[in-house]
């Protein structure tokens, strides 16, 4: 009975987890049907960009975290800027290659500079071991995940509703022919929120370190699992991504304890079937865009 | 009815065989005689050439987008693996149809769930299709031999009277003559009124279903006999070099054989067989310079010729071939940009 409890806190740290890495993706490719497929690319720089801090220039961990989204940001709009913005309206096979070869370039340049092994970063004494709660183990580590993570989907959620800039990147998503006739400035919109999910990705990136592990072929490895999210999860709020993505990190926290042997198996099986059973997702909307 | 024989005239003039097509063949037959060290990695990149063609089947002539071709691969490869290493088939020819056919089989069944949905569903679905088979082939690692791969595969002569040697230069010829043969029949069927009815699905699926096309099963047929294809590709790399291991249907390879076939262009057959050429060439070329780093000039050719756009690009490698062509015969070239790229 424990051991179901902890499998599932394990699970829900992992799917938040997932969530924060893949939800600027969820706008890029569910919002704006672009094919993003190196946007594990900015969550590997995070991650990066917190290692090098920590553990070379010897920053505290909790300083690297904005750091890493603020850089993943960065080379996010630069990115978006110069390259991505002309590629929105070509065919989707020109936006498939042109990200398999950011992916190509991002998996040697991290090579190239930091090294082909696996990196970890040094944690605070106060975030490892863990403590009980009525005889669960429950990881400090994993609940520090699912805090940050849970008041981060809160916060995005608030953004998109209640704000002027959520509606105003609802309007332009929705329609952007209208919403630049309402004088909303839409390739800033999109660039903004771009950059936006692109340092999500890269705090992701810096607290996965830990759990997914940070090595030269992370955006390759885990790019299946952000596809996962969005397209399963839909397209028409954060909620579908979210419930996409923790019903991801407990289907495989408890597949890998369950039936080791089968490995990733069952979480593609699921994604074919779902994907067959309704192709806009589990919570998309049923008409298709 | 009179526009009848108008559509049968034009099919046929388009499928006559040129003057530039069978000096193609005439020099890659040649390649042969010009470069006998260079037998395994001419053998290498016929075997792509293969493999991109049977992508150009579905991708540049009925629009379907895969990320994960290497599934048929890999499934013909193991057959081929396997039915060698139990002696079940050990002539090697029937061996290669019937892993070929074993691809088939996979094609025609996973077909049903590749033309549902739109491109987006498409591109998760092959590529979980073959995340799901290498899954499998490493679960199931007593048959398929895990990471370690098949070993001690042992090839009978070809037909009984051909053996493999050790520069493979029968595995060569045999690789060319099964490339020849495919492309012969791939080029029959793009050329018949089913393949005019490809593009027709390509470059607009609602007319085409309009005109009374049955869309679904075209593209059930069409993604069968690329499964066909790409499983005879994966068993001539088993056959070639005694070998199978889990990478045959790694995300690499199917993303490879893409930069391949965009390197060639897509939609006139031949862009997959240049495209190998040339994809193998750059490898070379930057494995010498940076053996390690060689993947990051990969993505960098990728991203230049998204950039750059595939149209321009074929445009400027046409023109000086174009140029001679006009100056020697007064009218166009053989090769052109193919009509219209899927979207």
């Not at chain 2, 193919?338 to 979207?343: G, N």
């Amino acid at each position: 009975m424990t051991s179901l409890f902890t499998i599932l806190f394990d699970g829900v740290a992992y799917g938040m987890l997932l969530f924060v890495l893949a939800c600027g993706l969820a706008v890029t490719l569910g919002l704006m049907n672009f094919v993003n497929l190196a946007h594990g690319a900015f969550a590997m720089a995070g991650g990066y960009i917190c290692a090098v801090l920590v553990n070379n220039s010897g920053w505290p961990f909790f300083a690297a975290l904005p750091l890493a989204f603020v850089g993943s940001g960065a080379i996010g709009v630069v990115l978006e800027r110069t390259l991505y913005r002309h590629l929105y309206a070509r065919s989707h096979l020109d936006q498939v290659l042109f990200s398999i070869g950011l992916v190509f370039m991002s998996i040697a340049a991290v090579d190239y500079t930091m090294g082909s092994s696996r990196v970890f970063i040094k944690l605070p004494a106060a975030l490892e071991g863990q403590f009980d709660v009525f005889g669960v183990g429950i990881g400090r580590y994993r609940l520090m995940i699912i805090v940050i993570c849970g008041l981060l989907t809160v916060a995005l959620q608030l953004i998109l509703a209640r704000t002027r800039f959520g509606s105003r990147l609802r309007a332009a998503v929705d329609d952007p022919r209208a919403a630049i006739g309402l004088g909303i400035n839409v390739p800033q919109v999109f660039a903004f929120t771009f950059a936006f999910g692109c340092g999500l990705a890269g705090l992701g990136g810096a607290l996965s370190a830990e759990i997914l592990g940070l090595d030269p072929y992370f955006p390759l490895k885990f790019m299946i699992y952000f596809l996962i999210v969005v397209t399963v999860g839909g397209s028409s709020s954060i909620t579908g991504p979210f419930l996409a993505s923790l019903l991801l990190g407990i289907g495989d926290v408890a597949g890998k304890y369950y039936v080791p042997k089968m490995g990733p198996f069952v979480i593609y099986t699921i994604m074919i079937v779902i994907l067959i059973w309704r192709p806009n997702g589990l919570f998309g909307r049923t008409a298709a865009r | 009815m009179s526009t009848l024989p108008d559509v049968s005239t034009h099919v046929v003039a388009g499928a006559r065989w040129r003057a530039g097509e069978i000096a193609f063949w005439i020099v890659v037959a040649a390649c042969g005689f010009l470069f006998p060290s260079r037998y395994l990695i001419m053998t290498e990149i016929v075997r792509l050439a293969l493999f991109a063609l049977s992508l150009d089947l579905i991708l540049g002539y009925a629009g379907i987008v895969s990320l994960g071709h290497a599934a048929f691969f890999g499934v013909g490869a193991y057959s081929a693996g396997l039915l060698a290493l139990h002696g079940i088939i050990s002539e090697p020819v029937v061996a290669l149809v019937v892993a070929g056919l074993a691809a088939m089989v996979l094609g025609f069944f996973t077909s049903f769930l590749v033309i549902r949905g739109v491109d987006l569903t498409r591109l998760m679905v092959t590529l979980g299709i073959a995340l799901l088979l290498e899954a499998l082939a490493e679960r199931f690692s007593d048959i398929t031999g895990g990471t370690d791969g098949l070993q001690g595969i042992e090839m009978q002569p070809i037909l009984g009277r051909f053996a493999f040697d050790i520069f493979g230069q029968t595995g060569f010829y045999y690789s060319l003559i099964v490339l020849f043969l495919l492309f012969v029949l791939a080029r029959r069927i793009v050329h018949s009124p089913f393949g005019l009815s490809l593009r027709a699905i390509r470059n607009n699926p609602l007319r085409a279903a309009a005109i009374g096309i049955p869309v679904n099963r075209r593209l059930v047929a069409i993604y069968t006999v690329s499964a066909f294809y790409a499983g005879v590709a994966g068993a001539l790399f088993t056959q070639t070099t005694a070998l199978a291991s889990l990478d045959v249907f790694s995300f690499e390879r199917s993303a490879d054989l893409m930069l391949m076939l965009v390197i060639g262009g897509t939609g006139y057959l031949y862009g997959g067989l240049i495209g190998a050429v040339v994809f193998k060439m750059l490898q070379e070329l930057f494995s010498t310079i940076t053996p390690q780093y060689w993947l990051f000039w990969i993505g960098l050719v990728l991203v230049v010729i998204v950039l750059v756009g595939r149209a321009r690009i074929h445009r400027w490698a046409l023109w000086l071939p174009n140029l001679i062509i006009r100056q020697f015969t007064g009218r166009r070239a053989v090769v052109m940009v193919p009509e219209s790229d899927p979207s």
